[in-house]
């Protein structure tokens, strides 16, 4: 079955410097999702990217669709401690249900 | 955020109990979804609904089951809690399939 993958499962930092988290597909995907969960919260969602090598940008954070398909990432720059949380993707091929990735864990230290 | 509320928020129950959770929205979304959430293996799809009394399985359906007899409610059973069933259940709606998901706030679940 249709599976995405996320890394780093953690990832600390220090305030300032910038944090990166990969998505990887088995299958080609139609689009592709990015949800942030902070503690004790749920998942908001972000963005939607759907075409191939798609680049969108929101302030310091900007995502990335890769040429296959298959992949994505989230990049950050200068971190804040408002960015704490887990950042999530999630794939959808066509019409299927969409699979979210394990997430990624992002702690900032001040 | 959506108008999306979960109740209850925190339960404890027993082996072999029923359990009912209920998610409801105001925003008169389509599609109403349930997730679970545990460490190590991010959200996880358990059923989802398409429209009144419309639903199908999602990836970790066994165990559990759905109602939707209005558009604004979308019901879980677990018709006899297992402690592998302790977890975090989040509700989620969207206005058409391939949109964007709003999650509520999450409930709380541990079976002992």
């Known amino acids: 079955g249709q599976q995405v993958m996320q890394i780093p499962q953690y990832q600390h930092v220090q305030e300032g410097e910038d944090f990166t988290t990969y998505c990887n597909s088995s299958?080609?995907?139609?689009?592709i999702q990015w949800y942030k969960q902070r503690p004790g919260g749920h998942p908001v969602f972000l963005i939607q990217?759907?075409?191939?090598?798609e680049v969108k940008k929101q302030k310091r954070l900007t995502f990335q669709f890769g040429e296959a398909k298959k992949n994505s990432s989230l990049h950050i720059t200068a971190t804040q401690t408002t960015d704490v949380g887990t950042y999530f993707c999630?794939?959808?091929?066509?019409?299927?249900?969409?699979?979210f990735g394990t997430g990624t864990r992002l702690q900032v230290f001040p | 955020d959506a108008g999306i509320t979960q109740s209850p928020r925190h339960k404890v129950t027993e082996t072999g109990t029923p359990v009912t959770l209920r998610c409801h929205q105001t925003?008169?979304?389509?599609?109403m979804y349930w997730y679970r959430q545990d460490p190590g293996h991010g959200l996880r799809l358990i059923h989802y609904s398409y429209g009144v009394k419309d639903t199908d399985k999602g990836e970790v359906s066994d165990g559990y089951s759905v109602s939707r007899s209005k558009t604004e409610d979308f019901l879980l059973t677990l018709e006899s809690a297992t402690s592998s069933q302790t977890s975090v259940y989040f509700c989620a709606i969207s206005e058409e399939r391939p949109e964007d998901q709003y999650f509520g706030p999450g409930t709380r679940l541990l079976v002992l």
């Open positions: 299958t080609t995907l139609s689009n």
């Open positions: 925003e008169n979304h389509r599609y």
């Open positions: 999630a794939g959808r091929r066509n019409t299927d249900k969409l699979i």
């Open positions: 990217l759907v075409k191939s090598g």
